[in-house]
C-alpha cells in the first residue's frame, strides 16, 4: 500500500487561501469516507483537524475546510495565518484494512 | 481529558530490543483501537498498525508485519510497541494513537501520544 500523495510544499501570504490535494485510489480515498486530515508543527505530535472528509474536531477554527471528489481529498485553509504554517498530512481507510498516511505537505506563510 | 503519555527516549545498539509504553487516561482503555506511527527523521507518518485492548486483536501495516509486535496490559491502561533486533534504521520517533472506528472502518487518529524518540547506534 503506497502513501497517498500530497503536494511536497504549498505557500500563501497571509489571509490567503490555500488547499492541499490528497491523492489516492479506488480501494482507499475513492471507496471511502474515512479521511482525515493532521498538522504538526516541528517537533510537536500531530493534532486531528478534519476527520470523515469534512468533519472538525470542536476547538479547530472554521478556517479548515475538507471535501473530496473521486480520488482525490482536498484540505483549504482560509485567512491564513502565520500560525498555520506547518506540515500537513492525510490519511484515509484503505480496503485491505489498512489505514494509510499521504507523503505530507509543508505550509510556509509568505 | 484524554491523554496518551509515553515512555522516554531511548538510546541502544543494533541488535537489542525495545519495549515502549503508552499510558491512555481520560476514557474507558477498552473501547478504541490503538495503535502505532513511525516517523523517521525528516520524513513522513507511517503507520504501524493497531490493536484492541479488549481482545489484543491486532493489524500490522504491510511495512511492519513480522518487525514489531503490540500488546496491552488492560489493567493499568497501557499498550505497548516491542521493536527487536534494532538497527540503525529503527531509529525515529514512535507515537502511540488511539483511533477512532471499526476495525474495518477506521475512521482516523483523534488523539496522539507525545512520541518516543529512538535512537539505534553503536
Known amino acids: 500500500q503506497s502513501a497517498l500523495t500530497q503536494p511536497a510544499s504549498v505557500s500563501g501570504s497571509p489571509g490567503q487561501s490555500i488547499t492541499i490535494s490528497c491523492t489516492g485510489t479506488?480501494?482507499?480515498?475513492?471507496?471511502?469516507?474515512?479521511v482525515s486530515w493532521y498538522q504538526q508543527h516541528p517537533d510537536e505530535a500531530p493534532k486531528l483537524m478534519i476527520y470523515?472528509?469534512?468533519n472538525r474536531p470542536s476547538g479547530v477554527s472554521s478556517r479548515f475546510s475538507g471535501s473530496k471528489s473521486g480520488n482525490t481529498a482536498s484540505l483549504t485553509i482560509s485567512g491564513l495565518q502565520t500560525e498555520d504554517e506547518a506540515d500537513y498530512y492525510c490519511?484515509?481507510?484503505?480496503?485491505?484494512?489498512?489505514?494509510?498516511f499521504g507523503s505530507g505537505t509543508t505550509v510556509t506563510v509568505l | 481529558e484524554v491523554q496518551l503519555v509515553q515512555s522516554g527516549a531511548e538510546v541502544k545498539k543494533p541488535g537489542e530490543s525495545l519495549k515502549i509504553s503508552c499510558k491512555a487516561s481520560?476514557?474507558?482503555?477498552?473501547?478504541?483501537?490503538i495503535g502505532w506511527v513511525r516517523q523517521m527523521p525528516g520524513k513522513g507518518l507511517e503507520w504501524m498498525g493497531i490493536?484492541?485492548?479488549?481482545?489484543?486483536?491486532?493489524t500490522y501495516g504491510p511495512s511492519f508485519q513480522g518487525q514489531v509486535t503490540f500488546s496491552v496490559d488492560e489493567s493499568i491502561s497501557t499498550a505497548y510497541l516491542h521493536l527487536s533486533n534494532l538497527q540503525a534504521s529503527d531509529s525515529a520517533m514512535y507515537y502511540c494513537?488511539?483511533?477512532?472506528?471499526?476495525?474495518?472502518?477506521?475512521?482516523?487518529?483523534?488523539?496522539w501520544g507525545q512520541g518516543t524518540l529512538v535512537t539505534v547506534s553503536s
Open positions: 490519511s484515509s481507510y484503505a480496503s485491505s484494512g489498512i489505514l494509510v
Open positions: 494513537a488511539r483511533h477512532v472506528g471499526g476495525r474495518y472502518s477506521l475512521v482516523g487518529v483523534d488523539y
Open positions: 479506488s480501494s482507499d480515498v475513492g471507496r471511502y469516507s474515512y
Open positions: 490493536i484492541y485492548p479488549r481482545d489484543s486483536d491486532s
Open positions: 481520560g476514557y474507558t482503555f477498552t473501547t478504541y483501537w
Open positions: 470523515e472528509v469534512y
